[in-house]
């Protein structure tokens, strides 16, 4: 199996990892963090899987998808930070003033698990942020220990993940997802 990592440009290719199965539910189509607390409880149905389409034609993708062959396996959301609610979430502590990447989600589809595709899309979402100029990629992970993290809570990555990717601890946040703290980890790239 080869993995390539390309800018998420294809609408079909991120429905299928992060849209519904029915057009008219409500999930997140990984817009949570991506627009404000306000927008984001407004879009209902069919509205969240045309926001997305919109962020598809801006010039900086809204993520990554990772391909085995020209099947969509992964996804990843990356943008600056500024153009995302954590340029004001206050569990997330901004530790200077330099203009970040905030990477947030990392998806790998069942049965493609377990195969290191979450390492090819971390690696891909570095790689665009830095093809736009990012001085920082953050991540804000779980800190784990190890410990089982539930798949459905998983898609912020661990902190072991972002370690391998070359990832530096910054921050303690007061974050806390499925149980378990994230932190604040840091990818210098200038």
């Known amino acids: 199996m080869t993995i390539e990592v390309r800018p998420a440009t294809s609408f079909a290719d991120v429905r299928t990892l992060v849209g519904p199965k029915r057009p008219d539910a409500n999930v997140c189509w990984c817009l949570s963090y991506r627009v404000p607390a306000r927008e984001n409880a407004s879009l209902t149905g069919p509205a969240r899987g045309e926001r997305v389409r919109g962020l598809l034609r801006q ?3 809204p993520g990554v998808l990772a391909y085995d062959g020209d ?9 600056p930070r500024a153009s995302t609610s954590f340029a004001t979430n206050r569990r997330i502590p901004h530790v200077d003033d330099l203009p970040v990447w905030s990477l947030w989600c990392v998806r790998v589809r069942p049965g493609h698990r377990g195969s290191g595709i979450s390492h ?3 690696a891909g979402a570095v790689d665009l942020a830095r093809e ?3 001085p920082v990629v953050e991540a804000y992970p779980v800190d784990n220990d190890g410990a089982k993290v539930d798949l459905t809570m998983a898609y912020v990555g661990t902190r072991s993940l972002f370690e391998k990717a070359g990832f530096t601890w ?3 946040t007061t ?3 499925n149980g378990f703290s994230r932190v604040l980890m840091r ?4």
């Open 120 to 122: 090819d899309l971390v």
């Open 170 to 172: 910054v921050a303690d």
């Open 132 to 134: 736009h100029g990012a």
């Open 71 to 79: 099947e969509p396996v992964g996804w990843a959301a990356i943008h």
């Open 187 to 190: 990818l210098d790239l200038r």
């Open 59 to 61: 010039e900086v993708p």
């Open 175 to 177: 974050s806390v997802l």
